[in-house]
């Protein structure tokens, strides 16, 4: 292994890092502007210019707050739950494609931390981790309504998980391979996955909105019957490292979303431009592409967030067992035989 | 039974259907309108740079009047703090000296007169109360503060302006 190329993919995790945590910083600003403006409010507009500087402010102050460790904790569990659910979440970013590959001073970068051919596979990995901070969390606090939380967190994930994975097999049918690269370059043109796989996105939307924890379906958090569930008992930069945790998870389903269905980085008119701008400069519209889509996705999310009330719990499960998994099999049956059909015409 | 105020409105309780167990075009519905109302006029007031109207009855800070020749009005007679339901209200009262009676109107005079304005309520009682029509709550909004001992207002801060000092003021700003 050349040195020059550590050093390359030393540079892109570095950005890819501080590219995260700024978007999930400023998830939580953009979280408060949304929510103003659906309720016909200004919101934050303080610090700094439109309120820009609120989270270096949220930041400072979660720092300064007490660090409180409940006595009756286990208090390494305690410590352990949100540093597993931020780096666990951290964890999806390495395999997706940010843009195609870039010319860099003669040498032709991926702007992929790492393709590897189980790339969704590896992702199913990760997200499925990122419950056990939520238990560990939950557990460790010693608290019922941590633990009631976490068991709604580990029994909310479990379930959405099996219908995400169905819808996924749907999409695998159309693409035919596990790699975010290649899935993103089959897109190019106008073959957005969405065209074929319209069914198999809302339930995925559905699922993401479950593993992400966001309302509608927050329950493992839900204020009004756990006041706070698996964090009740966190304080200070723990609890931070929660929110932060939620808004990378956030903001790896969007690039997912938009990396298996929108296209990824392509869009109409691709290769005139890229033929226009050589080869530095196009490939970075394409990265400014992938990044309108994904925050497109992120007020998406907080869209619904300031739309929909939450579910109760046994309309959650009734949704994920009784309508998202026959729907997401029949949708499998019915691509299936619809790509027979064609391949055999 | 016949309905009392003819508003009652009996709901049918029936099984949801396909779509409505969806949820989906429901919450399609509810989004649309969350969006349109990202286009409406803000509610919102800046509240130091712009202020909202106060009501007629609008209840603010206390103040200390004079009477038409800059006099101080209030005689200590205490019967605001006696009728103040949070016992807000402290005063030591004096006696007016020779050569004192353009200051305070009355014999007796309020030396010191302090209003702890994180007990008040601002219930208007000790308005009500005042015989000498020499406390009024008509004020500005309390402003906030950091320490427990700014919200203990004194004389300095109750007390209205006295009228030649109100008018140079007003002579400057013109
Ligand atoms: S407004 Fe009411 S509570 Fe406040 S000082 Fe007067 S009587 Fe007391
Ligand atoms: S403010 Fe009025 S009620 Fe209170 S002590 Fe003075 S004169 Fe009496």
């Not at chain 1, 009756?72 to 410590?79: A, E, P």
Request: negative net charge.
């Amino acid at each position: 292994m050349e040195l020059a190329f550590i050093i390359e993919k030393l540079i892109l995790v570095t950005i890819l890092f501080v590219l995260t945590l700024s978007i999930a910083a400023y998830s939580t600003w953009a979280e408060r502007k949304v929510a103003a403006w659906l309720q016909d409010r200004v919101g934050p507009n303080r610090a700094g210019i439109f309120g820009l500087l609120q989270p270096l402010a949220d930041g400072g102050k979660m720092f300064f707050k007490e660090e409180i460790i409940p006595s009756g904790s286990n208090k390494w569990l305690f410590i352990a739950g949100p540093s597993l659910a931020l780096l666990v979440s951290f964890l999806g970013t390495a395999v997706i494609p940010f843009g195609q590959n870039i010319e860099l001073f003669g040498r032709v970068v991926p702007l992929q931390v790492t393709d590897i051919n189980v790339g969704i596979l590896y992702i199913f990995g990760v997200v499925s981790l990122g419950v056990y901070g939520i238990m560990i969390g939950g557990w460790a606090s010693n608290n019922k309504y941590s633990l009631m939380g976490a068991i709604r967190g580990a029994s909310q994930n479990i379930s959405y998980e099996i219908a995400m994975g169905l819808s996924i097999i749907a999409l695998l049918l159309v693409t035919n391979t596990l790699s975010f690269k290649e899935i993103a370059e089959q897109q190019h043109g106008w073959h957005w996955n969405i065209i074929y796989q319209p069914l198999g996105f809302i339930i995925f939307l559905v699922c993401a909105f479950a593993e992400t924890n966001r309302v509608p379906f927050d329950l493992p958090e839900c204020e009004t019957e756990l006041i706070g569930g698996y964090n009740t008992e966190y304080s200070g930069f723990k609890m931070g490292a929660y929110m932060f945790a939620e808004y990378i998870n956030m903001f790896v389903s969007s690039a997912v979303m938009a990396t298996l269905y929108f296209g990824g980085y392509n869009y109409p008119g691709m290769d005139a431009v890229n033929s226009a701008l050589g080869a530095t400069w196009g490939p970075v519209i394409g990265i400014v592409v992938m990044f309108m889509k994904i925050i497109a996705f992120i007020f998406f999310f907080m869209w619904v967030r300031w739309t929909v009330p939450r579910f109760r719990y046994d309309q959650l499960m009734d949704l994920g067992w009784k309508v998202l998994i026959p729907l997401a099999i029949a949708n499998i049956v019915i691509t299936a035989i619809v790509i027979t059909v064609v391949d055999k015409l | 039974m016949e309905s009392l105020s003819g508003r009652k409105k009996v709901l049918e309780q029936k099984p949801m259907n396909f779509w409505e167990r969806m949820y989906l075009p429901a919450i399609l519905k509810g989004m649309g309108i969350t969006f349109m109302h990202m286009f409406k006029k803000k509610e919102t007031i800046h509240y130091p740079e712009q202020e909202r109207e106060f009501s007629e009855n609008w209840r603010g800070m206390h103040s200390l009047k004079r009477d038409e020749e800059g006099r101080e009005r209030c005689t200590a007679c205490g019967l605001c703090a006696l009728s103040c339901p949070a016992e807000a209200i402290t005063m030591i009262s004096a006696e007016r000296e020779k050569g004192e009676e353009h200051l305070y109107r009355e014999e007796k005079y309020a030396a010191v007169y302090e209003i702890n304005m994180l007990r008040c309520i601002f219930c208007g009682l000790c308005e009500e109360a005042c015989p000498k029509e020499a406390i009024y709550l008509d004020g500005p909004i309390v402003p906030a503060d950091y320490l427990r001992k700014d919200f203990i207002y004194g004389k300095d801060k109750l007390v209205e302006m006295p009228i030649k000092e109100l008018e140079a003021l007003k002579g400057a700003t013109v």
